[in-house]
């Protein structure tokens, strides 16, 4: 279906062929010939019309052959009395030829009909020695050559038209997807934020507030609910500073400060009074960290402390972070044992979000039971100072 498609004449195509020949007939009917004394006079001037008029429906579809046999209707014209419509039509039929063929065949029509163009007009120079005969090469170079090199021009416009509309789209699509996944790194950063900061007070809150129900003591309920106060005054604040990231910044804002490693020890503070006996070592200096590892370490940290405040059995948990030259270490072990369950839900996405941390920073993150050790659940993480992070974990 699609080959009959394509070599279906075009309704153009077909209006020129019926136009040059009713125009042919018209100078026929009307006595107006090109010339005069030809050895094939009166009618045998519409031969060649009729064969023009014939090949102008397949200049799209068949181009070259169009062509080969027009030049051979027209120099059969020369032997009539001649018709301006047929030469017209054989001109359109050269310019096709360079527009719609193929790519060799319209860099060949030019050249061809150039030497021609010359071959003629010495030919005719030489035969009549007179300078008249140049005229001979000028209608000749007309006739041919001008409208194959207007085809080739008008073809090379166009391709070059195509190309820059190609790059345009594939420029549109290459920056789509740039938005697409600028637009999905977004989003992962803003689920790990929102996270890592409301899982640890939402799990003491939980927590809490399950001792408070299920132990009839006001002392145990007072402090739950004081713990509980704490969490929600602390978790309220993690929300508004995220909510100040997300909004637009105006030029009055202020910008929120993110938190570093020097509020670890408030953070672990703030693990001992929901429960857990937290121990912190910190090994080198961690000031004038880049801004991406300080907040990916603190969030770690962070998460591993909810995670044991979820899922820790009864022990130790230690926070170990050290810096050298070249990274920075953020090690959390918490012990771990046969439990009926977690202390509180959890969404299941904070190794994922630790993961994405240290991945996004060129580091290393490994999380599962330590043997050596004994039954220690380890969070390991390894973030280079050397890499520059990636955009978009800069919050």
């Known amino acids: 279906m699609q080959a009959a498609a394509s070599l279906r004449p075009h309704r153009d195509d077909v209006r020129i062929a019926v136009g040059g020949l009713l125009g042919g007939l018209v100078l026929w009917g009307i006595g107006l010939p090109m010339s005069g004394g030809r050895p094939l006079g009166g009618a045998w001037v519409l031969v060649p019309l009729v064969v023009m008029a014939a090949l102008e429906p397949l200049r799209r579809t068949r181009p070259r052959f169009a062509v080969?046999?027009?030049?051979?209707?027209?120099?059969?014209?020369?032997?009539?009395?001649?018709?301006?419509?047929?030469?017209?039509?054989?001109?359109?039929?050269?310019?096709?030829?360079?527009?719609?063929?193929?790519?060799?065949?319209?860099?060949?029509?030019?050249?061809?009909?150039?030497?021609?163009?010359?071959?003629?007009?010495?030919?005719?120079?030489?035969?009549?020695?007179?300078?008249e005969a140049v005229l001979i090469g000028v209608v000749t170079g007309l006739v041919s050559f001008a409208p194959a090199a207007t085809g080739m021009l008008v073809r090379g416009h166009r391709e070059a038209a195509q190309t820059e509309r190609l790059r345009a789209e594939q420029t549109a699509l290459l920056a789509e997807l740039d938005r697409t996944q600028a637009v999905t790194a977004e989003r992962a950063r803003m689920a790990r934020e929102l996270h890592d900061m409301v899982a640890n007070h939402l799990s003491a809150i939980a927590i809490h507030s399950t001792a408070a129900l299920s132990l009839d003591d006001p002392d145990t309920t007072r402090t739950a609910l004081k713990t509980i106060r704490e969490n929600s005054v602390d978790g309220l604040a993690e929300m508004r500073r995220l909510i100040g990231i997300l909004r637009d910044a105006g030029e009055d804002t202020e910008p929120v400060a993110a938190p570093t490693l020097a509020g670890l020890g408030a953070l672990v503070e703030?693990?001992?009074?929901?429960?857990?006996?937290?121990?912190?070592?910190?090994?080198?200096?961690?000031?004038?960290?880049?801004?991406?590892?300080?907040?990916?370490?603190?969030?770690?940290?962070?998460?591993?402390?909810?995670?044991?405040?979820?899922?820790?059995?009864?022990?130790?948990?230690?926070?170990?972070?050290?810096?050298?030259?070249?990274?920075?270490?953020?090690?959390?072990?918490?012990?771990?044992?046969?439990?009926?369950?977690?202390?509180?839900?959890?969404?299941?996405?904070?190794?994922?979000?630790?993961?994405?941390?240290?991945?996004?920073?060129?580091?290393?993150?490994?999380?599962?039971?330590?043997?050596?050790?004994?039954?220690?659940?380890?969070?390991?993480?390894?973030?280079?100072?050397?890499?520059?992070?990636?955009?978009?974990?800069?919050?």
């Open 68 to 131: 080969i046999v027009g030049t051979v209707a027209v120099v059969a014209d020369q032997f009539t009395d001649g018709n301006l419509a047929t030469v017209m039509m054989f001109t359109d039929l050269m310019y096709a030829g360079a527009l719609y063929g193929t790519p060799a065949a319209a860099r060949r029509l030019p050249v061809v009909t150039g030497l021609l163009t010359v071959a003629v007009t010495l030919g005719f120079l030489a035969w009549w020695r007179r300078p």
């Open 270 to 395: 703030q693990s001992r009074t929901n429960g857990l006996d937290v121990r912190l070592t910190v090994s080198g200096a961690v000031t004038d960290l880049p801004a991406p590892v300080e907040l990916a370490a603190y969030r770690i940290v962070q998460e591993s402390l909810t995670n044991a405040l979820k899922h820790a059995a009864k022990g130790r948990v230690t926070v170990a972070v050290d810096r050298s030259d070249e990274r920075v270490e953020v090690r959390v072990d918490s012990p771990y044992g046969d439990r009926d369950g977690p202390r509180a839900p959890g969404s299941g996405a904070g190794l994922v979000g630790m993961r994405e941390r240290a991945a996004l920073l060129g580091g290393t993150f490994e999380a599962g039971p330590d043997a050596p050790v004994g039954k220690v659940w380890r969070v390991c993480a390894r973030l280079p100072l050397t890499r520059l992070p990636l955009k978009g974990v800069t919050e």
